[in-house]
């Protein structure tokens, strides 16, 4: 059974710096594509980042050279880095896992996604 468990939302002030982790489970070592993603109420889900299997990595314009998204597959948990935090990244962050290739994933969707952990930025 696929799961996937966030952690280390919180609340910080402008300039901090978060890390999520995202434990996984039941999920092939070979996985193509994981992400992140992050959802405010009323407004539709937004791709962060995302890493392929071969850990090419990509960012949205909002997340390039604060965020770092990162794996590490001994412990089946992958993490993104958030530097630099602005009162516009409070949002819920997601984590997801796809088969397919990271540009497929974008295209076509993921098929498993963990509950979400809270960021909340103050100003």
């Known amino acids: 059974q696929v799961q996937l468990v966030e952690s280390g939302g919180g609340s910080m002030q402008t300039g901090g710096s978060l890390r999520l982790s995202c434990a996984y489970y039941g999920i092939p070592y070979a996985t193509s594509c994981m992400g992140w993603f992050r959802q405010t109420p009323g407004k539709e889900r937004e791709w962060v980042s995302s890493?392929?299997?071969?850990?090419?990595?990509d960012y949205a314009d909002s997340a390039k050279g604060r965020f770092t998204i990162s794996k590490d597959n001994a412990k089946n948990t992958l993490y993104l880095q958030m530097n630099s935090l602005k009162p516009e990244d409070t949002a819920m962050y997601y984590c997801a896992a796809s088969w397919r290739t990271c540009i497929d994933s974008k295209r076509y969707g993921y098929p498993y996604w963990g509950r979400g952990t809270q960021v909340t930025v103050s100003s």
């Open positions: 890493i392929s299997s071969d850990d090419t990595t």
